[in-house]
T-cell receptor, first 113, second 108 residues
Framework: EAEVAQSPRYKITEKSQAVAFWCDPI?????LYWYRQILGQGPELLVQ????????DSQLPKDRFSAERLKGVDSTLKIQPAELGDSAMYLC???????????FGQGTRLTVV | QKEVEQNSGPLSVPEGAIASLNCTYS??????FFWYRQYSGKSPELIMS????GDKEDGRFTAQLNKASQYVSLLIRDSQPSDSATYLC????????FGKGTLLTVNP
């Protein structure tokens, strides 16, 4: 069964350090999403790609966060420098199109100490 | 007004009962609607999608959509303890926006 792959599953980093997350969507899925989920809240969209183009990054803190999907397949989300408030679950999802069903990876649990 | 709002919960029902979860959305031109289930510490899992007005049934789950009222709901019949989870409503108009979620507990 096709799955969205994410790594690492867990990451502990010190504040002010750099951290990166990787996502490989379901094969053929053009739309890729990065979400941040704080405990007790719903997922918050950070960035959405359509192929290699950013469709929406209005909620991405651009002073410290960056995302890329250079070849329109896998994607990397980076935080530099990490802050204590960045501790959360980072979720990647993909869908075949802009308004179709999205499927999530297992997520990366980030703890900033 | 929040883009997607869900009934605050938590919701507790006895085993075998019907659980009713509600969601309203603010953008009238939203095109697709989804319900996800999320167990504690896990990622969201898609359980229902609905694109047009009316009801859609899948096993014990029924999604209902009323675009005029900007309302979407999820009914879970014959609730089981394994249904205990947070249920997330998501609305898509070129970007997928989630509600805060409703925690459901099914008591044996």
């Amino acid at each position: 069964e096709a799955e969205v792959a994410q790594s690492p599953r867990y990451k502990i980093t010190e504040k002010s350090q750099a951290v990166a997350f990787w996502c490989d969507p379901i094969s053929g899925h053009a739309t890729l999403y990065w979400y941040r989920q704080i405990l007790g809240q719903g997922p918050e969209l950070l960035v959405q790609f359509q192929d290699e183009s950013v469709v929406d990054d209005s909620q991405l803190p651009k002073d410290r966060f960056s995302a890329e999907r250079l070849k329109g397949v896998d994607s990397t989300l980076k935080i530099q420098p990490a802050e204590l408030g960045d501790s959360a679950m980072y979720l990647c999802a993909s869908s075949s199109g802009l308004n179709t069903e999205a499927f999530f990876g297992q997520g990366t649990r980030l703890t900033v100490v | 007004q929040k883009e997607v709002e869900q009934n605050s919960g938590p919701l507790s029902v006895p085993e075998g009962a019907i659980a009713s979860l509600n969601c309203t959305y603010s953008d009238r031109v939203s095109q697709s609607f989804f319900w996800y289930r999320q167990y504690s510490g896990k990622s969201p899992e898609l359980i229902m999608s609905i694109y047009s007005n009316g009801d859609k049934e899948d096993g014990r789950f029924t999604a209902q959509l009323n675009k005029a009222s900007q309302y979407v709901s999820l009914l879970i019949r014959d609730s089981q303890p394994s249904d205990s989870a947070t249920y997330l409503c998501a609305v898509n108009k070129y970007k997928l926006t989630f509600g805060k979620g409703t925690l459901l507990t099914v008591n044996p």
